[in-house]
């Protein structure tokens, strides 16, 4: 997902039941469905089912009421930043996790139709602009033939 759609996300949207989120609000203005992996299933259940969430807002990653009283998405910038410092990464987007997502997917054996229904990607060129296939996982394709 984007990070706008991670950090916008709303309780309504996640579906446990049938292990997905749908989004309504997205880049190119087309709703999608997102499957969830077991890891994700584990977080999000543990989100929405804590039991001191404050009633003020629907969102699941919120920040603390500003000036106005309501409740915003949590701005990750501070989080993000301090996580790359300690890992002593340096150059790496939040985006580029996406890009990242996106080449697994490929290598895991996911057809192009179903790599660009979970991440939105409207054409395949745009698809291809986000893989990054690895050539250690290309080689052991190709070491038999």
């Known amino acids: 997902m984007r990070h706008g759609e991670i950090v916008n996300l709303k309780r309504n949207q996640?579906?446990?039941?049938?292990?997905s989120i749908h989004?309504?609000?997205?880049?190119?203005?087309?709703?999608?469905?997102?499957?969830?992996?077991?890891?994700?299933?584990?977080?999000?259940?543990?989100?929405?089912?804590?039991?001191?969430?404050?009633?003020?807002?629907?969102?699941?990653?919120?920040?603390?009421?500003?000036?106005?009283g309501t409740r915003n998405p949590y701005t990750t910038n501070r989080v993000w930043e301090a996580a790359l410092k300690r890992a002593e990464i340096k150059g790496l987007r939040f985006h580029d996790l996406r890009h990242e997502a996106t080449s697994r997917f490929v290598e895991a054996g996911l057809s192009d139709l179903e790599v660009a229904s979970?991440?939105?990607?409207?054409?395949?060129?745009?698809?291809?602009?986000?893989?990054?296939?690895?050539?250690?996982?290309?080689?052991?394709?190709?070491?038999?033939?």
């Open 14 to 19: 996640i579906n446990l039941h049938k292990r």
């Open 23 to 68: 989004l309504t609000d997205t880049k190119n203005n087309s709703s999608r469905t997102v499957p969830l992996s077991n890891k994700a299933m584990i977080v999000l259940k543990e989100v929405t089912e804590h039991p001191v969430r404050p009633i003020d807002t629907s969102l699941i990653f919120f920040g603390e009421p500003g000036r106005t």
């Open 118 to 145: 979970i991440t939105g990607h409207k054409s395949m060129q745009m698809l291809k602009r986000y893989t990054h296939l690895r050539s250690e996982t290309l080689s052991d394709k190709i070491a038999d033939i």
